[in-house]
């Protein structure tokens, strides 16, 4: 048992850390935020005005992220005008958030990014991009030699004009090995300095993507080539977060997220599950108390509402009517340790988001519900109060609200 009394980690077994298999993963992972990118590709939401993109912009900043896509210039001339904006505004605010730009890798698109670099007057990181399987290369009747001629061309254009290039293999899931070493030797020969690994399509499993990365991080190794690991991953089977943690584990030094997992389809790796994990995993020490704010700010400008089941940001993610949950958490409070009541039933403490546990009363709750009711609106505990507020939970097929509660308790003889 923890002889510290703000200290759970006595009282909490590992089974990742003890167990014959382990997580091992090296610390200082990256998070590059593609929710002004990725995020605006969904089909169901609204393209914000720049003030709320500001806005995001600096909240970002605000959680510690490191990177973030700015858009895409090469699609029309108010977004390259947008991304221009934003871009100045990490300057002129002296953010310590690095921007990058996206495009496919015709000269059309780096040639966008090179004139928004120039505008803004420093170097940006150009994020190209080429669908590798051979999926892709049927459907739109590329072959190998035309794909590598775009990939040595583009990412030279770029590094020529004096941007780091990161080279994005698109669906490298489904890709051939003989074709993604050819073409991800080609692109570091041309100078990229990072690649990006994609489940473009959502259809991996944890397995195969520690495959992946495992083997790419070895031709890189065997390159003596001094360029790092992105994982890009969706969430189309319900693997994103998995994934997005097998690829860290593999040897990817920065992950790609979106708030509340926004984009294309059914999304991606959400950026405040990754940002919560990463912190639980002790691979990075970040202030999340502003997250929940990061989140509601990009959905509400989006037009999406947070769904209440939502991991992390929900409105349940810390609210619980069942009573032998409320019986623990009541008597962590009562113990006056706050740490305890907050972890005791919840695998993420809900203070790192400046939340608290919430303590409802339905028709599966006991006595302790009302009690931590009655604790938290300062009311005495009078027997009497407290069953006529279980008889009513008990009848009814919802929740009570507080105002329903309260009046129970405000009606005469229930209280002294």
């Not at 009541?341 to 709750?365: F, H, K, M």
Request: hydrophobic share 40%.
């Amino acid at each position: 048992m923890t002889n510290d009394p703000d200290d759970a980690s006595g009282l909490i077994h590992d089974w990742a850390a003890t167990g014959p298999y382990r997580f091992e993963a090296h610390a200082g992972v990256r998070i590059n935020d593609e929710t002004l990118r990725e995020g605006l590709q969904s089909a169901s939401v609204v393209d914000p005005p720049i003030e709320a993109k500001l806005e995001i912009l600096h909240l970002m900043e605000a959680l510690g992220i490191e990177c973030a896509s700015m858009g895409l210039p090469c699609a029309g001339q108010r977004q390259k005008l947008e991304t221009a904006r934003l871009c100045r505004e990490i300057a002129d605010g002296g953010l310590k958030l690095r921007p990058n730009l996206g495009g496919r890798t015709v000269r059309s698109d780096v040639e966008a990014i090179i004139d928004v670099a120039q505008q803004v007057g420093y170097s940006l990181e150009a994020c190209l991009f080429i669908g590798s399987s051979p999926i892709r290369q049927y459907a739109q009747e590329w072959n190998l030699a035309q794909m590598l001629g775009h990939t040595r061309d583009c990412v030279g254009l770029a590094v020529k004009a004096g941007l780091s290039v990161t080279y994005i293999t698109e669906d490298t899931a489904r890709s051939s090995p003989e074709h993604l070493e050819v073409l991800l030797r080609a692109a570091v020969d041309a100078g990229a300095t990072r690649v990006c690994l994609c489940d473009t399509v959502g259809g991996a499993i944890p397995a195969g993507v520690r495959n992946l990365v495992g083997w790419v991080r070895e031709r890189l190794e065997l390159w003596q080539a001094e360029v790092e690991i992105d994982w890009h991953g969706h969430r189309d089977r319900d693997l994103g977060l998995a994934n997005t943690l097998a690829a860290i584990e593999a040897g990817a030094t920065r992950v790609h997220g979106t708030a509340y997992g926004l984009g294309e389809r059914v999304g991606n790796t959400s950026t405040e599950s990754i940002l919560v994990n990463l912190k639980l995993l002790g691979l990075r020490d970040a202030d999340l108390s502003r997250l929940q704010e990061y989140v509601e700010t990009v959905t509400r400008a989006l037009g999406v509402k947070i769904a209440g089941s939502a991991p992390v940001v929900g409105a349940n993610a810390f609210r619980t009517a069942a009573g032998v949950h409320a019986a623990a958490i009541l008597k962590a409070l009562q113990k006056q340790q706050g740490w305890l009541a907050d972890q005791v039933y919840s695998g993420i403490p809900a203070g790192w988001l400046g939340r608290r546990q919430e303590v409802e009363i339905g028709p599966l709750s006991g006595r302790s519900n009302v009690l931590h009711f009655l604790l938290r609106h300062e009311r005495e505990a009078e027997p009497a109060a407290i069953e006529a507020v279980l008889k009513a939970a008990k009848q009814s097929k919802r929740v009570l609200t507080d105002a329903e509660v309260l009046a129970i308790l405000d009606q005469p003889g229930e209280t002294a």
